[in-house]
T-cell receptor, first 114, second 115 residues
Framework: DQQVKQNSPSLSVQEGRISILNCDYT??????FLWYKKYPAEGPTFLIS?????DKNEDGRFTVFLNKSAKHLSLHIVPSQPGDSAVYFC?????????????FGKGTLLTVNP | KAGVTQTPRYLIKTRGQQVTLSCSPI?????VSWYQQTPGQGLQFLFE???????NKGNFPGRFSGRQFSNSRSEMNVSTLELGDSALYLC??????????????FGEGSWLTVV
């Protein structure tokens, strides 16, 4: 049973436009959500996170939105740059759980075309 | 400072063999966790060690085991390898126990191919 779902395996956008990556979850006990970015042959790197008590967190070009009632979060990248091309993983942590036992989605491959 | 270091980066093993992977966390980090990444299942949590003790365990068979040393370095071992164990094994470290916003940092991973 996949508790964190990224239903789009891939996404292609033009440089300068907005990229929107989506993530859905099923477990209402998740209280903290993270996005990781992964380049080929490298480990995932932390991008941005959001606590369940918030509905938005912004860091530069990256904004994460959380809709708890819909159990949905999204990552917005504005403006998109070719260097943003990577696999993006959504991850969630259970309330009261360990920061290290994260449940990941299967990832979305973002391609930003020049 | 140096990041999370994993060795070896690539290896090929035969079915039935066993393999040991090594992870050196970021200096000062005491928690080490392991994840398996496969195309079909994405990233799945294996286990986490803190101060040489396993604190959390994922849903993997007993063939997967690990340990942590007093210097926080960690190893994971897979015995009786199966073809389905072919994956990227990622190690991640963090400096302390739980806390909001405490981030884990991943290494580049060890690519294991079982033939």
């Amino acid at each position: 049973d996949q508790q964190v779902k990224q239903n789009s395996p891939s996404l292609s956008v033009q440089e300068g436009r907005i990229s929107i990556l989506n993530c859905d979850y099923t477990n209402s006990m998740f209280d903290y959500f993270l996005w990781y970015k992964k380049y080929p042959a490298e480990g995932p790197t932390f991008l941005i996170s959001i606590s369940s008590i918030k509905d938005k967190n912004e860091d530069g070009r990256f904004t994460v939105f959380l809709n708890k009632s819909a159990k949905h979060l999204s990552l917005h990248i504005v403006p998109s740059q070719p260097g943003d091309s990577a696999v993006y993983f959504c991850a969630a942590r259970l309330s009261g759980g360990s920061n290290y036992k994260l449940t990941f989605g299967k990832g979305t491959l973002l391609t930003v075309n020049p | 400072k140096a990041g999370v270091t994993q060795t070896p980066r690539y290896l090929i093993k035969t079915r039935g063999q066993q393999v040991t992977l090594s992870c050196s966390p970021i200096s000062g980090h005491r928690s080490v966790s392991w994840y398996q990444q496969t195309p079909g299942q994405g990233l799945q949590f294996l286990f986490e060690y803190f101060s040489e003790t396993q604190r959390n365990k994922g849903n993997f068979p007993g063939r997967f085991s690990g340990r942590q040393f007093s210097n926080s370095r960690s190893e994971m071992n897979v015995s009786t390898l199966e073809l389905g164990d072919s994956a990227l094994y990622l190690c991640a470290s963090s400096w302390s126990s739980n806390g909001p916003g405490n981030t884990i940092y991943f290494g580049e991973g060890s690519w294991l191919t079982v033939v």
